[in-house]
């Protein structure tokens, strides 16, 4: 549907969704410095583990820009 063009997704249930169908390339998260007691979680229950790898770091005063790249395993044939 995007006939190659980005698309940007933002709140962490559709994210999930879209992470869950293997429709994510890159991941970018603005860490701030606040530790809360409670709330709901960013992501919701992913069916499997993803890996991310870090590609770039950017400190700035009060958060912390993370540019992740999504890493997608080789699929192995069924038998």
Known sequence: A?????????????????????????????QV????GGGRPFFHELPRHVDLRLLQTIP???????HYEVVRRPSTPAS
């Open 2 to 30: 995007a006939q190659g063009k980005d698309v940007a997704l933002m709140g962490g249930g559709l994210l999930s969704s879209a992470l869950a169908a293997d429709l994510v390339d890159e991941v970018i998260l603005h």
């Open 33 to 36: 410095p606040v530790l809360l």
């Open 60 to 66: 700035a005063p009060g958060v912390t820009h993370l």
